[in-house]
């Protein structure tokens, strides 16, 4: 049902994208493959780390002549959260106590760009601003907690591993994005569509077990696609 929803969503993006286009200007639908690369946010007592993964990105692009156009995108790609917490001097002799909890999470992003570009022979440079909504929807409802108190080798400390059943929750979020690129046309209607974009956004709060850093975030998401041109 979730995927259905997402679907509709970008089919929505990719109609606005296209709204008032004329039957002179180029359209073309694309398909990359991409590595999501996030910063580490830390606020409110807790340290937050997306995990880094692959993602696959679906583009619907209208560029009116001669330079500018919109596009709509779907992306989606996993991110999984650890959250960890320290504190200080809990067991008299211990000297710090951490816990890290994972979860397990799927980002689905859904945008509508302004893109600039300019054709140079087989070369089409370009440049996007834009924004829309992060859906981050956890996985399952186990999350791994792992427990290590240290100090100094006295008793009465713990180190273990637990698995809690506690709820998670999807969040949505707003998130910017830019970028930036250049397609290769290798074929008349085929070539190659190599961009970088980056995602700034509010790191998510998926589990009530600890409070989400709240902070600001990066994502750099470097990539490669096929796309073709009507």
């Known amino acids: 049902m979730r995927m259905k929803w997402m679907q509709t969503a970008f089919l929505l993006a990719g109609a606005v994208a296209l709204a008032g286009g004329q039957a002179s200007a180029q359209m073309d639908v694309a398909a990359s493959i991409y590595g999501a690369f996030s910063g580490t946010t830390t606020a409110s007592g807790t340290i937050q780390s997306p995990s880094n993964a692959a993602g696959g990105l679906l583009e ?3 560029i009116a002549k001669p330079w ?3 596009e709509g995108t779907y ?14 001097a809990v067991c008299g002799v211990c000297d710090v106590s951490t816990i890290w909890t994972q979860v397990s999470n799927n980002a689905h992003e859904v ?5 600039v570009s300019l054709k140079a022979g087989k070369f089409r440079p370009f440049a996007l601003t834009g924004g829309g909504l992060l859906f981050d929807a956890p996985s399952g409802q186990a ?15 713990k180190l273990g591993t637990t698995t809690t059943t506690t709820s998670a929750s999807t969040t949505i979020k707003g998130v910017y994005v830019y970028g930036a690129g250049v397609d290769w046309r290798l074929l008349p209607h085929i070539g190659l569509r190599l ?3 980056g995602n700034l956004y509010q790191a998510p ?3 009530k077990l600890y409070t989400s850093s709240n902070a600001f975030t990066h994502t750099a998401e ?6 073709f041109r009507r």
């Open 75 to 88: 992306s989606y790609n996993r991110a999984n959260q650890t959250y960890t917490e320290k504190s200080f």
């Open 143 to 157: 999350i791994t907690t792992t427990d290590v108190t240290a100090c100094g080798g006295f008793a009465g400390c």
């Open 205 to 207: 709060n998926l589990t």
């Open 60 to 62: 619907v692009r209208h």
């Open 222 to 227: 470097p990539m490669i696609g096929v796309y």
């Open 68 to 70: 500018f156009g919109y």
């Open 195 to 197: 961009q970088y974009r």
């Open 111 to 115: 945008t509508g760009d302004w893109v």
